[in-house]
């Protein structure tokens, strides 16, 4: 009943190969020995070696000329060094660890080649390809570096001249992804100088803003500013406000509201308080009120329009008829053909031939038509 509690987990191995005894557990299969570290398998308890030949090294064995004089190897190893079968062996198992590896065979020693060099002073022209010193004149006429190769002809296997000469590889469009921008179109949405002018609706203040924006916010009195662009199909009467680009269609008008855009074109009708910071072309008759400040002005043949509170522009192009009071700070051009009633204040006048206008004509140069910003200004109200 205790005998199989006081059971040894361990039994007692010799290694097959050196006779050291060790222990190990009872289960083993395999262990190395722990004298002359040689792995070995276990059966039934009993330690056996592995099958097979064990290689101890890799050496070239031959047959020695004669025996080196201070050898003191025995006799029984020099006869197995002369054993012409292991010649040409260049293994050495466990039982050949008492043969000696024959060094491998030197090259002769023969004649070195010279290469074909040249020292560093007949590099420089200091002295001559033999040696000898170089007189003042001599030097002179040699030159320093002599021999040395230009900038040019040392660039010419370079990497950056490999580059530069290699020909642009341009991607087919078909393999680029959906977002991908050409180099040129890259270098245009990198250009700050194409920002929109954005002109706040309350305190009139300027700011720029990327062309990409939706949106914006006044920099002074911090109102916001839509920047949507809208389309006008049929008659309507409500307010717009925004710096985006409103456009009326022939069949579309505005009557009795308040507009606020940055470019306007009128192919309809319009009667409506307009408040324009870019390009205002008109192409039907129509009735602006409020102090329409504008970049430039364009109304055409077809169009007749009135400007009861009057017109502030920096250019005028006059086609068709006008009438209220314009003051311009730059050229009004009236074409054959147009008509202006009104008093007119500006830089300069063009008037061609065929044109009138019914009214005073004051040539200032000084005439200036920014706006003032506001302080306080009622955003309820345009104008």
């Known amino acids: 009943m205790f005998r199989k509690f006081n059971h040894s987990k361990t039994i007692e191995l010799a290694c097959p190969y050196c006779g050291h005894r060790q222990q190990e557990p009872t289960r083993v299969i395999s262990s190395f020995c722990r004298e002359c570290s040689e792995h070995f398998r276990v059966q039934k308890g009993v330690a056996i070696p592995n099958p097979g030949m064990r290689i101890s090294g890799i050496s070239e064995v031959g047959t020695p000329q004669s025996k080196p004089e201070s050898s003191n190897l025995p006799e029984e190893n020099n006869a197995l060094i002369a054993d012409p079968q292991k010649e040409d062996a260049w293994l050495m198992s466990a039982e050949d660890d008492a043969e000696v590896a ?90 700050h ?87 205002a072309v008109f192409r039907r008759s129509g009735v602006v009120r409020g102090h329409l400040h504008c970049r430039k002005i364009v109304v055409e043949k077809t169009a007749s329009l009135e400007f009861p509170d009057g017109l502030f522009t920096e250019q005028a192009d006059v086609q068709g008829q006008v009438k209220g009071d314009i003051t311009c700070s730059g050229t009004v051009r009236i074409a054959k053909g147009a008509e202006v009633e009104g008093n007119i204040r500006a830089v300069s006048i063009d008037l061609k031939e065929g044109g009138s206008v019914h009214g005073e004509t004051l040539v200032d140069p000084e005439v200036s038509t920014a706006l003032q910003v506001k302080v306080g200004f009622n955003p309820s109200v345009i104008g």
């Open 102 to 191: 024959r060094p491998l065979p030197r090259e002769e020693e023969g004649e070195e080649e010279v290469a074909d060099a040249i020292s560093a002073g007949a590099f420089f022209g200091l002295v001559d390809p033999e040696g000898e010193q170089l007189d003042g004149k001599d030097a002179e006429e040699k030159g320093i570096g002599e021999k040395a190769q230009g900038k040019e002809t040392l660039a010419e296997g370079s990497m950056a001249a490999l580059i530069d000469n290699q020909p642009p590889t341009v991607p087919e469009k078909g393999k680029m992804p959906p977002n991908y921008k050409e180099p040129e179109k890259r270098k245009q949405a990198g250009d």
């Open 193 to 279: 100088s194409r920002d929109l002018e954005v002109r706040c609706f309350r305190c009139y203040h300027i700011q720029h803003v990327s062309r990409f924006a939706k949106s914006t916010q006044c920099e002074r009195c911090s109102v916001y500013i839509s920047l949507a662009n809208y389309e006008i199909t049929s008659n309507k009467s409500l307010t717009l406000r925004t710096r985006g680009d409103i456009t009326i269609a022939k069949r579309g008008g505005l009557k009795k509201c308040e507009v606020a855009c940055h470019n306007l074109t009128a192919h309809g009708t319009i009667d409506a308080f307009v408040d324009c910071s870019g390009l």
